[in-house]
């Protein structure tokens, strides 16, 4: 059991991965500065709307399980299981996909010895021994704390978030000393129109930046003494810190180099950083992203284990998967998102990009059900009914965005041939369980 404050670290943790410190450099630069900013800015009130949708069911259910156990309640165990099997998805992609991100780490910080003992290729594109072993390593690390109980894997990611926040405050108040970072930063003021397509081009991916607030109704039973008033609060605030810390990322990244010349490339924030502060500022930075990584592989983790011990608990699954060990953790369950896990890096990220592309309707799949529960049975105003409808249209337009073409989140063609591929196996495991 832990505290309502944890709630925070714990959600910020999932939010800021990865992404965070690449995106600044392959988009958010290019699309400029401020239409980044803005686009960050509304997207994170769009994602706060929706979240205002939790509220009312997290208190009502306080157990594990989160979107799968509303739907499952309201709409009967069919509509259960699509959320359930979609949440699954989304959640579980994101632990290899920060797992691989290790390796672009370790590759940009020039340690060689990473590149070499190349296994196969895959679509021209080398897998690498030392690559895939790194990765197993830090799954093997969040399942070993994670077998020791949740209290201990939330503690953990309470460190782990600190760390992130202490190491970008230190890049960013450090840079901010020098007049030349105003000057590069004001550059791209000068020099960059705001465009409301570029703005939109933020937006739309905003359900993928911020996805890692709901996973707040997924350790809601482990909170002691709980204040849903204040458990509200910290699910709203972990979004707004989480577009906070995108911003200030993509400030350094705006420091580093005057517009036009900044590095289009996945670490300008790290070869920032490393031009003013030198290899052990580089080094500060790199601790806060590896920090990053690892506490969404544990942050997300967590989430899975919970979702899928709620659908083994209302009986979607087999009863098997609830078998705890003396830490109370679900141990056959941990093993299974481990071993999940553990697969998925052997395809090379180009192809786990595509299936975590995909894995992003699963999210909004749940936003559309919690969406649609409160508009149709939690409502005490015109205001709450106007409200749910907006979160409903909302994500309505986010599932659009990933399904029409040329959408600037459009889903790549693998990736809907990998969507169709998991609604086909979703539709066999319930065709087998309806008629078991």
């Given amino acids: 059991m832990f505290l309502n404050y944890n709630i925070l670290f714990f959600c910020i943790g999932c939010i800021i991965g990865w992404g965070a410190f690449a995106l600044p450099g392959v988009l958010f630069l ?35 399980g989160g979107e799968f156990l509303y739907t499952l309640h309201f709409f009967g165990r069919k509509h259960g299981f699509i959320c359930g099997w979609f949440l699954v ?23 060689d010895y990473i590149q070499n003992n190349v296994l196969y290729y895959i679509n021209n594109k080398p897998i690498y021994l030392n690559n895939i072993v790194l990765s197993l390593l830090i799954l093997a690390l969040v399942l070993y704390i994670n077998l020791k109980g949740v209290k201990i894997a939330l503690y953990i990611q309470n460190i782990l978030t600190a760390v992130i926040f202490i190491s970008i405050l230190f890049c960013i108040v450090g840079m901010s000393s020098s007049e030349i970072s105003w000057k590069n930063l004001i550059s791209y003021v000068l ?44 699910v709203c605030a972990s979004i707004v810190i989480g577009c906070f810390i995108y911003i200030l990322v993509l400030t350094i990244a705006a420091f580093s180099y005057p517009y036009p010349y900044f590095k289009n490339t996945i670490w300008v924030v790290g070869q920032g950083v490393d031009s003013y502060f030198g290899f052990y500022g580089l080094l500060i930075l790199s601790l806060g992203v590896f920090c990053a990584i690892v506490s969404g592989v544990n942050g997300f983790f967590i989430a899975t284990c919970k979702v899928i011990y709620s659908l083994s608990e209302n009986n979607i699954i087999s009863k098997q998967f609830t078998r705890t060990n003396q830490h109370n953790s679900p141990i056959l369950i941990c093993f299974f998102v481990a071993s999940i896990s553990a697969i998925l ?92």
């Fill in 30 to 64: 290019d699309l400029g500065f401020l239409n980044s900013a803005i686009g960050l800015l509304l997207g994170a009130l769009l994602i706060i709307i929706i979240a205002t949708n939790y509220f009312k069911l997290s208190q009502i259910f306080p157990q594990t």
């Fill in 191 to 234: 020099n960059q129109d705001i465009n409301l397509e570029s703005i939109l081009k933020i937006v739309a991916i905003s359900p993928w930046l911020y996805i890692g607030f709901d996973c707040a109704v997924q350790i809601v039973q482990d909170v002691k003494h709980k204040n849903f008033h204040v458990f509200n609060k910290l």
């Fill in 345 to 436: 890096p052997f395809f090379g990220r180009e192809y786990l990009l595509y299936i975590v592309d995909m894995s992003s309707i699963g999210i909004i799949i749940s936003f559309i059900y919690i969406s649609l529960i409160n508009f149709k049975f939690f409502y005490s105003s015109i205001i709450d009914k106007i409200r749910s409808f907006f979160s409903l249209l909302l994500s309505c337009i986010f599932l659009f965005l990933l399904l029409f073409p040329n959408s600037p989140a459009v889903l790549k063609y693998p990736s809907f041939i990998m969507l169709a591929l998991w609604i086909f196996l979703g539709i066999v495991f319930l065709k087998f369980r309806y008629s078991d």
């Fill in 89 to 111: 998805l989304a959640y579980l992609c994101i632990i290899p996909l920060n797992l691989t991100a290790l390796s672009l780490l370790f590759d940009h910080l020039q340690f």
